[in-house]
Every structure is written in structure tokens, then in C-alpha cells.
């Protein structure tokens, strides 16, 4: 089972981590741009400024030196000026290695004034203003989304705790006042109180149907059992007298119904009980819970051509119910006698699986599709079946994770498998 409350955590967390870095990455790329761009516009100020600054301390002071500084170096008049600038007209150039220098050049009345500024030197200071610019930007954006995802993990924190109690309950074992707002460990606001709320009605609710289901149960199995146990005395009581050969066959036949109506409640209580505890498990042997139901299964072929037939290819046991397992051959050997008039039921005991084939009408494509549809016959049943035994060996199988297979042909027979996938050699 997935655990809620850490997946709602860790997608909180992942949505405030890409928000971050997001954030983080168009802040870098913002602020390294916005600095080249104004790097480029304010050094070309910066030169023009200076320019004019010089040119205005000459007109004061003609013997003023040109600037001369860390950035800006200057020269005036061409005879003065590098090589390399001397044949550049007035504006902006890059000159020097790599083009490393900014160079302005303008006319004025005291001569060509050239300005050399060192753009290494200026790249490096925008860089270190701009990264310290970028990292006050990065702190903030990271205290305020720390500060956010604080804030959203307190107002989900009861929406989690919630969770949890609801993952947690077992109904098997309720503790249905764990899902009670007050008892969640986080204050629960409005919202998740009412919602803690319904819960708690509806696992109340569902706890009352299953104590009404279990009770059913017991009383079911008690009132039942009883008027069949009086009917099947009373018939066996019958046929020790002496009496004509008609009210033996009754007497059979109502012996018969009563083994069936027996094996049908024995069906009904096992799938009614949602709860493991009422169906016991241990280890037995599954040859010989087979040949027990095929001995409980012979009065249904007497006065009638069908052999009962068992073949061992292999022997093993599981851990289960055995009561369950005797129901579900059970199931499936009554079936096949019933729709069988004549040939044979054959029982096989593999080494992981049992096979009940018999050579009974068979069945076609459209019967078998609904052959595990509640209360369906096909249109050669004969019997007095109620269309449920093949119904209830499949709810039986998909319980305890056997699997069933079946095949079958019209005028043939039908084949019915039951694989287990947890077997032990014997």
C-alpha cells in the first residue's frame, strides 16, 4: 500500500524544489544579462563623461593631464596615442589583445582625444556586483519559499495525519475512534473535521453492517443446520424399516436433497464470512479430501450409467481451508453428475492442480461464456440444480487465489480446472 502522507509530502516537496530552481535559474541568467546590457551602455557613458570632464579642466587649465587611472587611460593628440589608435576615427572601438579595450575617440579644439577603457577590469567589477546582486536575490527567493512550504505542510499536516488513520484502520480490527478529529495527533481545521467526521460515520456504518452480517452467520448456520439435521434423521430412519420400494426412493431422494442443501449453506456461510477467523487453515492432503467427496458424491449416479472414476497422477497438500476446498470439489463433482447421464466423471489429482472431466451434453461457446453467471442453466441442465455450483467454486477460487480454467464441447463433456499455485509434495 502506497503511504499516503509521505507521497503528498514528497510532491510538496519536489513542486517547492523545481520552484526553486527555476526561480534560481532566471534569476542567474536575468541578472547576468541585465549586467551585460547595462555594463555595455554604462561603460560607453562612463567614457563620454569623461571625455567631456577632461575636455572642460583643458579649457581651465591647459597644462591639465589627460586621465590616467586604474580604467581610463587618455592621450591627446595623435603623436601621443598608440599605434594602433592612431588611425581609428572618432567614436567607440575595441582595440588591444582579444579586443579587451574600449576605446573613445573625439575632436576638440585642443586636439583628438583618444580614452582607452580596460573592459577586463570592468567586466570583473559588474561580475562581482552582479553576483553579490544575484545572491541577496537567491536568498530571499529561497527564505520565502522555505517560509511557504512551512505554511502549506502545517494547513496539509491534518489532510496527512488523516491519511494515515485511514490507512492504517484495519476493519478487521477497527478502531473506529481513530478516525475522529480529536484524536488525529495534528489540530484539524474545518474542512478536515468534517470530513474526519464522515469518515467516522461511515466506518461506523459499515462496522454495524458487518457485526449484522456476522450475526446472520451464526443464526443462519444454527436455525438451518437444524430442521435438515431432524429431516436427514428422519430419512435414514425410513429406509431402516421396512418399506415399499417407492418410499425408499423418496427417502433417497430426500437424503439426496438434503446433502445438497447442506453443501449450498456450507457455500453461502464460507463466502458470507468476510473474516479469515471463521475459516480455520492447516495442512492436509488434497487426495484424500477428493476421494472423501467422491465417496459423499456416489448416491448421485445410482440408477444411472455414470462411473465415478479417480486418478492419482500426483499427490500433494496445501495450507487452507479444508472445509473451503471440500465445498469447491464438491461444487464441481455434483455439477458434473448432474448434467451426466451416461459415460463417466473422472477426477484427476495432478501435481498442482485438480481436474474434474466428465462426458456429460457439454456445453457451447455461449454457454460457456456465462458458465459463472449466478442462477444460468444451460439449455440441456438436467436436475433440479439452482445454476449456482459452478458460481460459487468461482467466487471460492478467486477468494483464496486458485485459479480456475474450463473447457467444454457441445455433446463432449466439460472440463473444469482448478490450479493451485501454493502446493507442498507429500
Not at 79 to 90: F, I, K, M, T
Not at 168 to 183: M, Q
Not at 247 to 271: K, P, T, Y
Not at 375 to 391: A, D, M, P
Request: hydrophobic content about 45%; charged content about 25%; overall charge negative.
Amino acid at each position: 500500500m502506497h503511504n499516503a502522507g509521505g507521497g503528498l509530502r514528497r510532491k510538496i516537496w519536489v513542486a517547492f524544489i523545481l520552484q526553486i530552481t527555476a526561480i534560481s535559474f532566471a534569476a542567474v541568467i536575468g541578472v547576468y544579462a541585465a549586467a551585460t546590457v547595462i555594463e555595455d551602455v554604462v561603460v560607453k557613458r562612463v567614457l563620454l563623461h569623461e571625455a567631456n570632464y577632461y575636455l572642460e579642466r583643458l579649457a581651465r587649465d591647459p597644462a591639465a593631464a589627460p586621465p590616467d587611472n586604474y580604467f581610463v587611460r587618455g592621450y591627446l593628440g595623435a603623436a601621443v596615442a598608440p599605434e594602433e589608435l592612431r588611425g581609428l576615427a572618432p567614436g567607440y572601438h575595441h582595440s588591444g589583445s582579444a579586443h579587451s579595450d574600449l576605446v573613445y575617440i573625439s575632436d576638440s579644439a585642443a586636439g583628438r582625444l583618444y580614452l582607452s577603457l580596460n573592459e577586463t577590469r570592468t567586466h570583473q567589477l559588474a561580475l562581482m556586483f552582479g553576483l553579490a546582486l544575484c545572491s541577496v536575490i537567491i536568498v530571499i527567493v529561497y527564505l520565502t519559499t522555505w517560509i511557504t512550504y512551512r505554511a502549506s505542510r502545517r494547513a496539509l499536516s491534518p489532510v496527512i495525519a488523516l491519511a494515515n488513520a485511514v490507512r492504517d484502520w484495519d476493519p478487521k480490527h477497527p478502531d473506529i475512534d481513530a478516525l475522529l478529529p480529536e484524536n488525529l495527533p495534528v489540530r484539524a481545521d474545518g474542512d478536515v473535521e468534517s470530513l474526519a467526521y464522515a469518515l467516522h460515520g461511515f466506518a461506523t456504518r459499515l462496522e454495524e453492517f458487518v457485526e449484522r452480517e456476522r450475526a446472520f452467520t451464526r443464526d443462519a448456520s444454527h436455525e438451518l443446520r437444524t430442521p435438515l439435521t431432524v429431516i436427514k434423521a428422519s430419512a435414514d430412519m425410513l429406509l431402516d424399516d421396512e418399506v415399499p420400494p417407492f418410499a425408499q426412493r423418496s427417502a433417497n431422494r430426500i437424503l439426496r436433497a438434503v446433502r445438497d442443501m447442506e453443501s449450498l449453506i456450507d457455500s453461502f456461510l464460507i463466502l458470507a464470512r468476510e473474516s479469515d477467523s471463521g475459516l480455520p487453515e492447516e495442512e492436509f492432503s488434497v487426495n484424500d479430501a477428493v476421494r472423501e467427496e467422491l465417496d459423499r458424491a456416489q448416491p448421485l449416479v445410482e440408477g444411472k450409467a455414470v462411473r465415478l472414476l479417480f486418478e492419482e497422477s500426483g499427490a500433494f497438500a496445501l495450507h487452507s481451508s479444508p472445509r473451503a476446498f471440500s465445498v469447491l470439489i464438491g461444487n464441481l463433482i455434483r455439477n458434473a453428475c448432474q448434467y451426466t447421464e451416461e459415460g463417466s466423471v473422472t477426477v484427476s489429482v495432478e501435481t498442482d492442480r485438480v481436474v474434474v472431466r466428465d462426458t456429460g451434453v457439454g456445453m457451447n461457446e455461449e454457454e460457456r461464456a456465462r458458465a459463472f453467471v449466478s442462477f444460468f442453466r444451460g439449455e440441456q441442465g438436467r436436475g433440479n440444480g439452482h445454476g449456482i455450483g459452478l458460481t460459487i467454486v468461482k467466487r471460492l477460487a478467486d477468494r483464496f487465489g486458485w485459479e480456475v480454467g474450463m473447457s467444454s464441447e457441445q455433446g463432449a463433456g466439460t472440463t473444469v480446472s482448478v490450479i493451485f499455485p501454493d502446493t507442498q509434495r507429500v
